[in-house]
């Protein structure tokens, strides 16, 4: 079976074969169909069987195949018009349509460089960690892009859920990743 059998994106299809992947693993065949199917899935599987990219690249997909959003303003455009108005600037809260929450901000490392790796060609679609030992104001200016795809550990999404920052009102997509270890 190959990833365009499994009926991937297309774009999908190109950047794993420019990743380097020739064939679906077992976990992958049997996951992204039902994944893409909108099944709600419990995946078990060793380390190194492709887990991530089984869960990953049917939510690319499902983001890649919808209508883009009307074209609003950017909170850079809100910015300086609050600013031109004599207003101050606030934080408008990031919306991601996916959220991947991983135990240990190494994971969620993993699961941003392959996911930016999958979605060379995607201009539209951004992913971002948020975790400990990260840079608060670094991680204020990545939610302020706000991403579609958003990867966090659990102590510093509470932070920034709490303070107001994210708002889960859009979210299409929740995995839980390594979810025995959290």
Request: hydrophobic share 40%; glycine share 6%; charged share 20%.
């Amino acid at each position: 079976m190959s990833f365009e059998a499994l009926g991937l994106h297309a774009s999908l299809v190109q950047a794993v074969a420019a990743a380097g992947y020739t064939k679906p693993t077992p976990v992958q065949e049997q996951a992204i169909p039902a994944a893409i199917g909108g099944r709600d899935l419990l995946v078990s599987s060793q380390t190194g069987s492709g887990k991530t990219a089984a869960f990953m690249l049917p939510a690319l997909h499902k983001l890649a195949s919808a209508e883009p959003a009307p074209a609003g303003r950017t909170p850079a455009q809100e910015a300086q018009s609050a600013r031109s108005r004599g207003e101050r600037v606030r934080f408008t809260a990031a919306k991601p349509k996916m959220l991947v929450l991983t135990p240990t901000r190494e994971l969620a490392l993993q699961v941003t460089t392959a996911t930016e790796q999958y979605t060379t060609s995607m201009r539209r679609i951004r992913a971002v960690s948020i975790l400990g030992g990260m840079p608060y104001p670094k991680q204020m200016q990545l939610l302020a892009k706000n991403p579609e795809i958003l990867v966090a550990t659990p102590g510093r999404l509470i932070d920034h859920m709490e303070s107001g920052k994210i708002d889960f009102s859009q979210l299409e997509i929740l995995v839980l990743d390594e979810a025995d270890r959290m």
